[in-house]
């Protein structure tokens, strides 16, 4: 009897699952780095399950209201339109007599149902919107470190942001607000994590 | 001690900073053409002018509006001839007239930055402004009016 050149089945099977398996698990992230820092500094895994941690607390309430898809705020834990359908305006401060801080002071007001407040409260401005709702994990994360869709910020800034006054106050909402998912020290660790190794995006 | 300037004139008054603006001016000095609605931003009938935007005075500190401008509706014209006043008068908007300072108010911030408003435009300025006798279609009517009134005076 010839000897035998080829592998058992069985050897067969398990380097086509392992292969398989592979190929599925490194589909899931995009291969090049939204900022190039070095090698050494990648790490496409931890970045985007980092993201998946951002991506809660940029869908919450208190972050997406005021990114909304239109050019109307949002309000309350579902997401519902402004009352009295304020208007987005060309520097995202409203329009004529519908101005934001013409009721959001510049702290919160006491009591519930009466509007939270900041210094700098508006919408993105119409020329950059920067839409939250309804954008999936790799439709956000790509717009986010687009300097043509974020704000012209670069990595730098983008960092700076996670301490930008009017996200922390959302971690100031008002009375009966819900906060969102995690600390901001969470976030802002995982924020970090997501830039630092690479700001990888989530597959498609 | 807050010091404040009200349709171009001084008050030095003894009330708290955190004093909502509308008590300052219905009940430390007695300008109560501007109304108690709601007090909580929801309804504008307390609209009045901080450094001329139409800010709710039920939910503003008085501390804002120290060292700034503030105009109510008896400030608003020296002798109520204000284009939009005009109209109103015209076309006998009030119903219970309630609300119509604050809607007043409103639409003269809009006459100022949009000289001829379109029914959007004015649907856009002036839905933070509730009239529950529904005078809507006057009101509308009305700035249109105070648009052509004030187009004519400029003019004229």
Not at chain 1, 8 to 15: G, N, Q, R, S, Y
Request: charged share 20%; hydrophobic share 35%; glycine share 8%.
């Amino acid at each position: 009897m010839g000897k035998r050149y080829f592998l058992p089945k069985k050897t067969l099977f398990v380097i086509g699952a392992l292969l398989i398996f592979l190929s599925i698990v490194m589909s899931g992230f995009e291969r090049k780095p939204a900022f190039d820092k070095g090698e050494s500094q990648r790490d496409s895994v931890t970045s985007v399950n980092a993201f998946m941690k951002v991506y809660q607390v940029l869908m919450s309430p208190r972050c997406m209201n005021c990114h909304p898809s239109g050019n109307v705020p949002l309000q309350g834990d579902d997401n519902h339109l402004h009352t009295m359908l304020p208007q987005r305006g060309k520097d995202g401060k409203g329009v004529y007599a519908m101005k934001c801080a013409n009721c959001h002071q510049p702290e919160n007001t006491p009591g519930l149902h009466t509007p939270p407040g900041n210094p700098n409260w508006h919408l993105p401005p119409a020329d950059m919107k920067m839409v939250f709702q309804g954008k999936t994990p790799h439709e956000l994360a790509k717009q986010l470190v687009d300097p043509k869709r974020n704000g012209q910020k670069n990595m730098a800034k983008l960092i700076e942001h996670a301490d930008d006054g009017l996200v922390l106050s959302g971690w100031n909402p008002g009375e009966g607000r819900t906060l969102p998912p995690m600390s901001h020290d969470e976030f802002k660790k995982y924020w970090l994590a997501w830039i630092k190794n690479g700001a990888y995006a989530p597959a498609p | 001690m807050v010091t404040l300037n009200i349709n171009n004139k001084t008050y030095n008054l003894e009330v708290d900073a955190a004093t909502p603006l509308l008590w300052v001016l219905r009940d430390v000095i007695g300008l109560v053409g501007t109304k108690y609605g709601c007090g909580v931003a929801q309804c504008g009938a307390c609209v009045v002018h901080l450094n001329g935007e139409a800010v709710r005075s039920c939910v503003t500190k008085v501390s804002r509006a120290v060292g700034q401008k503030v105009i109510t509706i008896e400030g608003l014209s020296e002798k109520n001839d204000h284009p939009l006043q005009k109209a109103w008068l015209e076309l006998d908007v009030p119903q219970c007239g309630y609300c119509q300072s604050g809607q007043i108010m409103s639409a003269a911030v809009l006459l100022r930055e949009n000289k001829n408003p379109t029914d959007e435009d004015i649907d856009a300025a002036m839905a933070g402004n509730i009239c529950r006798c529904g005078t809507y279609l006057r009101i509308r009517k009305a700035i249109h009016l105070a648009a052509d009134i004030q187009q004519k005076t400029k003019n004229g």
